[in-house]
């Protein structure tokens, strides 16, 4: 992949409590860290379970969540009242 896209890269070591990415911005990397007081991510254990996550997966993923829930709200649509 192209570090050079719009694109956040995670990473994570054998702790995993905690977790750095980077991301391209016009003029340089930015680099954000978060560590969990308690608790560890979800993190793949080999390059077999590497995946591309969506906005909501990031979300749940920094919260301490698994990326893959069982059941959340769906979306609704916006329709006309009368």
């Known amino acids: ?10 990473f994570c070591g054998r ?4 977790i750095k990415g980077i991301l391209w911005e016009e003029d340089g990397f930015l680099l ?9 991510f979800q993190w793949p254990k080999n390059n077999d379970e590497v995946l591309l996550l969506s906005e909501q997966q990031l979300r749940w993923l920094l919260e301490g969540l698994g990326i893959e829930q069982k059941c959340s709200i769906p979306k609704s649509r916006a329709t006309k009242i009368m």
Request: hydrophobic share 35%.
């Open 1 to 10: 992949l192209d570090p050079f896209e719009n694109s956040l890269f995670l």
């Open 15 to 18: 702790k995993t409590s905690s």
């Open 32 to 40: 954000l860290a978060k560590r969990l007081d308690e608790g560890k």
